[in-house]
């Protein structure tokens, strides 16, 4: 099992350029999470997905739009890419129940915007 | 809004000495804590949850938890220089999503 795959490892965009960064899992995991991660900083949810055809809004949305169209795969466009954008960007697979939530995080893609 | 303290450090330990990194959150609905270890350049990858008052220890670590003072904390016996990362508490309620603080480095010199 590959686990959680995210690609690209890197990318560097320019103001008002647009991307998708592409995240899978393998795990049969129903929820899927994409957070962003600034030097110094914890994790900030952006959206996450309990299933497939299910998206919520985490913490820190505004920017970004998800799918999740099949178990596997729960991709996160950028529109319009902004330098506060500049993050490293983290998609985890997990279970969750009434009392247990364990992620299983991918390798992270590296994001600047210039 | 969902408040995690953590502090960031780094702490400092030799080799062999216990670390204690600590953890106080704001949510009184919270009903379990995970504790992940993110090495740097590296993804955060899970090393204790607790979720009952007291004590739960596995191998090194030990993650203490009173949820009448809203604390957790994680102990790390004969500390490694591989165990230098910065460790990020999580609250959870129940609601499909992990609360993250900050984390607290933690530097172990030989």
């Known amino acids: 099992n590959a686990g959680v795959t995210q690609t690209p490892k890197f990318r560097i965009l320019k103001i008002g350029q647009s991307m998708t960064l592409q995240c899978t899992q393998d795990m049969n995991h129903n929820y899927m999470y994409w957070y962003r991660q600034d030097p110094g900083m914890g994790l900030k949810l952006i959206y996450y997905?309990?299933?497939?055809?299910?998206?919520d809004k985490g913490e820190v949305p505004n920017g970004y739009n998800v799918s999740r169209s099949t178990t596997e795969d729960f991709p996160l466009r950028l529109e319009l890419a902004a330098p506060s954008q500049t993050s490293v960007y983290f998609c985890?697979?997990?279970?969750?129940?009434?009392?247990?939530?364990?992620?299983?995080f991918g390798p992270g893609t590296r994001l600047t915007v210039l | 809004q969902k408040e995690v303290e953590q502090n960031s450090g780094p702490l400092s330990v030799p080799e062999g000495a216990i670390a204690s990194l600590n953890c106080t959150y704001s949510d009184r609905g919270s009903q379990s804590f995970f504790w992940y270890r993110q090495y740097s350049g590296k993804s955060p990858e899970l090393i204790m949850f607790?979720?009952?008052?007291g004590d739960k220890e596995d191998g090194r670590f030990t993650a203490q938890l009173n949820k009448a003072s809203q604390y957790v904390s994680l102990l790390i016996r004969d500390s490694q220089p591989s165990d230098s990362a910065t460790y990020l508490c999580?609250?959870?309620?129940?609601?499909?999503?992990?609360?993250f603080g900050k984390g607290t480095m933690l530097l172990v010199s030989p």
């Open positions: 985890a697979g997990g279970l969750a129940g009434a009392a247990y939530n364990e992620q299983f």
């Open positions: 999580a609250p959870y309620s129940g609601y499909s999503t992990l609360t």
């Open positions: 997905s309990v299933g497939a055809g299910i998206t």
């Open positions: 607790i979720y009952s008052n």
